[in-house]
């Protein structure tokens, strides 16, 4: 039997049936196809792309666009500011007008984070890479500037300077801070009044704050109170007494007008100047130097608002070398110390950092009846002597005039001497001395070792018109207690009137007439108050005794500095060796070529004259000895 053969279907009847099955395959692989890419493209589109495109402009926006603070509303009800666009700078940037309009109206937004560094920054702090619209408006920067150029520089001085504005503070542009030193510059002295001197007992003239013992007036030459015999070099503690029961004091110090170092510098080298080497000398000066520059209030001016007191001359804190024969110490040289101002019983006519200011009398009134009552007496005096002088020749100086003086008062029937030489003793009694002075029309002063004498003082204190024979004696000196124009309290012979012409003095004082002699009685009668210290423990109501006019000379003098400071002016054209004329003018007044100038001249170093200064440390030296004599 065949094997039959497997049945084959025909071509027509596959190709038929193949097609068929393909084609339905085809279109659901289309479909799904479509579904896939139409999903596909809805998510890369819709669902990223829209988050992507929002970050990106966020980010965009907060990284090219500054906030504008100028422009920004002061308030949320003051409407927005109209902002225009310069077209001309900005025809590609119209896209950004819309963007820069909304940032005017729209806070500053939160802060976010940089893509390339992950920090967190603000907004305004991004700069854009794009340039910002031109906005019409002031520059924020040329504003600031314009700022600085028109508010005053604030100095640490203002402060004080505009207390002075305050009309209802009595002591607006008055107050005084003082320093709380350590006692070894003043109090530690006192407990060892004994070394102040070397051949005077301090003890008994550093009591009654400073006055010394009350004088007895057994001879009535004195009023009933106010008068003791206080020694003359005492100003270092009558003076920081009194200045104890100032009015304006402060302890703050940004309010002062002044600042006060109770320093007893005149005490402290009347204990060395004989005997010590310099380095004992200037020890406490050198420390007190150190203490200062050391306290914030130094450095407000860097000392130039500071001042203190020495009741001696000058020229015993000038010391001129390092050797050690030369006199006195360095204070008045030191740095610093030539920045203070530094108030002495006389001062240097070259230099500019101390002030001469009057030597204690033995009047100290506590009461305004008691000055009062004591001009009315001067005034009624009946004065039999024309002229009088008290006071020791000087056979050692050739250029003193004293021995002239004292050889035309014992020649004359009009003129009265007490002679103060070795021996004789009324020189050193208050009594006689005010006694010879109330009953005599002119009292003569020449110089003493230096330039002035206490006796200038005592004379007027008695109503008696002085007669200098040196412009340094006075007029050059006291110019914040005596009149610029000399010729209304004093008269003025100059020495070489004596010394070389040998005019009589006797003459020359009958010469002036007996209205004009009234005149100046009267203007010397009504200085008393400016030429005495009143009693520290009280105070003078309607007087101002010398110390006030002190601190009030102190506190306009460093005013100025101060206002100079603020409106830039300088001093650089100030001649220091000229400082003596600069006191005697008005303010604006040029220095030029003064009638004086020939008794200011200082020595040419090869000309075989002592210099100036060596000369005047010389005549301290002598008045020293001169003491000595006096109390051995």
Same mark, same amino acid.
């Given at each position: 039997m065949r094997r039959r053969s497997p049945v084959t279907p025909s071509t027509d009847h596959m190709e038929k049936g193949t097609n068929k099955s393909h084609q339905s395959r085809l279109c659901v692989l289309g479909l799904l196809c479509a579904f896939f890419w139409g999903f596909l493209l809805y998510f890369h589109f819709v669902i990223i792309g829209g988050r992507s495109f929002q970050v990106t402009s966020i980010s965009s926006e907060s990284r090219t666009l500054e906030p504008i603070p100028v422009i920004r509303p002061l308030t949320t009800s003051r409407p927005s500011p109209v902002v225009e666009i310069d077209p001309v700078e900005n025809n590609d940037k119209s896209e950004s007008r819309d963007?820069?309009?909304?940032?005017?109206?729209?806070?500053?937004?939160?802060?976010?984070?940089?893509?390339?560094?992950?920090?967190?920054?603000?907004?305004?702090?991004?700069?854009?890479?794009?340039?910002?619209?031109?906005?019409?408006?002031?520059?924020?920067?040329?504003?600031?500037?314009?700022?600085?150029?028109?508010?005053?520089?604030?100095?640490?001085?203002?402060?004080?300077? /505009?207390?002075?504005?305050? /009309?209802?503070?009595?002591?607006?542009?008055?107050?005084?801070?003082?320093?709380?030193?350590?006692?070894?510059?003043?109090?530690?002295?006192?407990?060892?009044?004994?070394?102040?001197?070397?051949?005077?007992?301090?003890?008994?003239? !550093?009591?009654?704050?400073?006055?010394?013992?009350?004088?007895?007036?057994?001879?009535?030459?004195?009023?009933?109170?106010?008068?003791?015999?206080?020694?003359?070099?005492?100003?270092?503690?009558? &003076?920081?007494?009194?200045?104890?029961?100032?009015?304006?004091? !402060?302890?703050? +110090?940004?309010?002062?007008?002044?600042?006060?170092?109770? *320093?007893?510098?005149?005490?402290?080298?009347?204990?060395?100047?004989?005997?010590?080497?310099? +380095? !004992?000398?200037?020890?406490?000066?050198?420390?007190?130097?150190?203490?200062?520059?050391?306290?914030?209030?130094?450095?407000?001016?860097?000392?130039?608002?500071?001042?203190?007191?020495?009741?001696?001359?000058?020229?015993?804190?000038?010391?001129?070398?390092?050797?050690? !024969?030369d006199w006195g110490n360095k204070l008045l040289f030191l740095p610093a110390a030539k920045?203070? =101002?530094?108030?002495?019983?006389?001062?240097?006519?070259?230099?500019?950092?101390?002030?001469?200011?009057?030597?204690?009398?033995?009047?100290?009134?506590?009461?305004?009846?008691?000055?009062?009552?004591?001009?009315?007496? #001067?005034?009624?005096?009946?004065? /039999?002597?024309? *002229?009088? &002088?008290?006071?020791?020749?000087?056979?050692?100086?050739?250029?003193?005039?004293?021995?002239?003086?004292?050889?035309?008062?014992?020649?004359?029937?009009?003129? /009265?001497?007490?002679?103060?030489?070795?021996?004789?003793?009324?020189?050193?009694?208050? +009594?006689?001395? #005010?006694?010879?002075?109330?009953?005599?029309?002119?009292?003569?002063?020449?110089?003493?070792? =230096?330039?002035?004498?206490?006796?200038?003082?005592?004379?007027?204190?008695?109503?008696?018109?002085?007669?200098?024979?040196?412009?340094?004696?006075?007029?050059?000196?006291?110019?914040?207690?005596?009149p610029k124009n000399y010729t209304k309290y004093s008269v003025f012979i100059p020495e070489d009137d004596l010394r070389k012409r040998n005019i009589s003095i006797e003459e020359r004082l009958g010469q002036i007439p007996v209205d004009q002699v009234k005149m100046m009685r009267e203007e010397v009668i009504n200085l008393i108050p400016k030429l005495i210290y009143a009693d520290p423990r009280s105070k003078l109501e309607s007087h101002k005794d010398a110390f006030d006019v002190s601190v009030q000379a102190i506190i306009n003098k460093v005013t100025r500095l101060r206002k100079d400071i603020i409106d830039g002016r300088t001093n650089d054209d100030f001649i220091e060796e000229l400082s003596w004329k600069y006191a005697l003018l008005d303010e604006g007044e040029y220095v030029g070529v003064h009638e004086w100038d020939p008794f200011f001249s200082k020595p040419k170093p090869n000309d075989g004259n002592t210099d100036s200064d060596g000369s005047s440390a010389e005549a301290a030296k002598n008045s020293w000895k001169n003491e000595q004599r006096d109390h051995s």
């Open positions: 963007l820069v309009v909304a940032q005017l109206k729209t806070p500053v937004p939160d802060p976010v984070i940089e893509p390339e560094t992950g920090n967190l920054n603000k907004p305004e702090v991004f700069h854009s890479v794009t340039p910002q619209p031109k906005i019409p408006q002031p520059d924020p920067v040329i504003e600031q500037k314009n700022d600085d150029l028109n508010t005053p520089t604030v100095f640490p001085f203002t402060k004080a300077l /505009k207390t002075a504005e305050n /009309k209802s503070d009595p002591c607006g542009g008055r107050y005084v801070y003082v320093h709380d030193l350590p006692p070894r510059f003043n109090e530690d002295m006192l407990k060892q009044c004994r070394s102040l001197s070397k051949w005077t007992n301090m003890c008994k003239f !550093t009591t009654n704050a400073g006055l010394g013992p009350p004088l007895e007036n057994t001879e009535g030459v004195f009023s009933d109170n106010g008068w003791y015999a206080t020694n003359q070099f005492a100003v270092d503690v009558i &003076f920081s007494n009194r200045m104890k029961q100032y009015e304006c004091l !402060t302890k703050d +110090s940004s309010l002062a007008a002044a600042i006060f170092v109770p *320093f007893y510098a005149g005490f402290d080298i009347a204990r060395y100047l004989w005997g010590y080497n310099i +380095s !004992t000398r200037d020890a406490a000066s050198l420390d007190l130097v150190d203490w200062l520059q050391n306290r914030p209030e130094w450095n407000i001016m860097g000392g130039k608002d500071h001042f203190l007191v020495a009741g001696r001359i000058t020229w015993d804190f000038r010391r001129l070398s390092e050797e050690e !024969t920045n203070m =101002s530094m108030l002495v019983v006389e001062s240097s006519p070259w230099n500019a950092n101390d002030f001469a200011i009057p030597y204690p009398t033995y009047f100290h009134p506590s009461k305004d009846s008691e000055v009062f009552a004591w001009q009315d007496r #001067m005034m009624n005096l009946d004065r /039999k002597w024309l *002229f009088c &002088f008290a006071g020791a020749p000087r056979p050692d100086n050739p250029k003193s005039i004293r021995g002239q003086i004292i050889d035309q008062c014992k020649n004359s029937n009009v003129g /009265k001497l007490l002679e103060c030489d070795l021996g004789e003793s009324k020189c050193h009694s208050p +009594s006689s001395i #005010m006694q010879m002075f109330q009953s005599s029309v002119f009292c003569l002063q020449p110089q003493g070792d =230096s330039y002035t004498r206490r006796s200038a003082f005592d004379s007027m204190l008695a109503g008696c018109i002085p007669v200098f024979f040196h412009p340094g004696s006075a007029y050059t000196q006291y110019t914040w207690h005596l």
